[in-house]
């Protein structure tokens, strides 16, 4: 398998329940990004992980929790969601070079309902 | 005030039509600056990437910025119906490896 991959595509939950987003990069990239994707509004980074290390987090509620064991697997974590979270979330990778950045690949989604 | 903005359309026009999408910005730092197509029920796919100022051509594609006017556009010449999609202009300031997307123009072409 190439690219980004992302499961589930499709997500239903309760605002009790507890769930885990999974992505996996098959590129070789060295960073990782949670982004929310949601009606008329610009992507939302939620997190960013270069070399395995989490260095950015975008004054995201503790409900979500990210999780990157290695440079090709990123997970989310989520608990007591509320419905306003309900969204595409989507994870991307990139070869962080430093001074210069470089374009990202996007999974395909996965899109989360918050009932 | 948004760092990108960004027209979200809805735009429709007939195939064959040259089409323009636009952002601008208030970030003087950003420096790179890029185009993303995102089909329906996927995830955004990198069309463009350029640097500073100046004109970018790939096939039918044409990016350009302007950095004095904070403006950048995207131009799609002999539109096709396979160009139905929502474009997101993204951009970076050097030294960070962060984008900042506009809200996406969801483009159709009519055949």
């Known amino acids: 398998e190439t690219g980004v991959t992302q499961t589930p595509r499709h997500l239903v939950m309760g605002m009790t329940n507890k769930k885990s987003l999974k992505c996996e990069q098959h590129l070789g990239h060295n960073a990782m990004y949670w982004y929310k994707q949601s009606a008329k509004k610009p992507l939302e980074l939620m997190f960013v992980?270069?070399?395995?290390?989490?260095?950015e987090n975008n004054s995201v509620p503790s409900r979500f929790s990210p999780e990157c064991p290695n440079s090709s697997h990123l997970f989310l974590h989520l608990h007591t969601l509320q419905p306003e979270d309900s969204a595409l979330y989507l994870c991307?990778?990139?070869?962080?070079?430093?001074?210069?950045?470089?374009?990202?690949?996007f999974g395909s989604g996965t899109r989360l309902t918050v009932v | 005030q948004k760092e990108v903005e960004q027209d979200p359309g809805p735009l429709s026009v007939p195939e064959g039509a040259i089409v323009s999408l636009n952002c601008t910005y208030s970030n003087s730092a950003f420096q790179y600056f890029m185009w993303y197509r995102q089909y329906s029920r996927k995830g955004p796919e990198l069309l463009m990437y350029?640097?500073?100022?100046g004109n970018k051509e790939d096939g039918r594609f044409t990016a350009q910025v302007d950095k004095s006017s904070k403006y950048i556009s995207l131009f799609i010449r002999d539109s096709q119906p396979s160009d139905s999609a929502t474009y997101l202009c993204?951009?970076?300031?050097?030294?960070?490896?962060?984008?900042?997307f506009g809200t996406g123009t969801r483009l159709t072409v009519i055949p």
């Open positions: 991307a990778s990139s070869q962080d070079r430093g001074n210069r950045p470089s374009g990202y690949t």
């Open positions: 350029t640097y500073s100022s």
């Open positions: 993204a951009m970076s300031p050097t030294g960070a490896n962060n984008l900042f």
């Open positions: 992980y270069s070399l395995e290390e989490r260095v």
